[in-house]
């Protein structure tokens, strides 16, 4: 059984770092099931989710930036918007029922992918 959970890990990592590197986003919506999957409680599968992301985005946004993809001046109005909703969805977190994360999740995950599927944007 090991064995088996040692290959579904490496699939799974390889798996959320590649989609994440590709596409830009993604990842979670890879290791965040399998988190689940493995038996982590929901509200944890997120949190370590989110911090297993922030080392693929790291990576990939090194190597991007190596490549000249990235352009900071584009970026930096995100920031720090993003880091105030990160505040705000961590501090939420733990008050929520996991039922109730469960849905949310899925809710945005089909949300995102009627976007691309529809739109290919936000705006």
Do not use: E
Not at 17 to 38: A, E, K, R
Not at 45 to 63: D, K
């Amino acid at each position: 059984m090991k064995v088996k959970r040692a290959i579904l890990l490496f699939l799974t990592s390889v798996s959320a770092g590649f989609v994440n590197g590709l596409l830009g986003t993604g990842g979670g919506m890879i290791i965040l099931p399998s988190l689940v999957g493995f038996g982590m409680d929901r509200k944890k599968a997120h949190a370590n989710s989110v911090c297993i992301i922030f080392f693929i985005c790291l990576v990939s946004a090194f190597i991007y930036f190596q490549s000249n993809n990235l352009v900071f001046a584009t970026s930096l109005p995100y920031i720090p918007w993003g880091i105030a909703g990160a505040i705000a969805g961590s501090a939420l977190l733990p008050k929520i029922n996991q039922n109730i994360l469960k849905k949310l999740f899925a809710c945005f995950s089909i949300w995102a992918a009627y976007r691309l599927i529809t739109k290919w944007t936000i705006i």
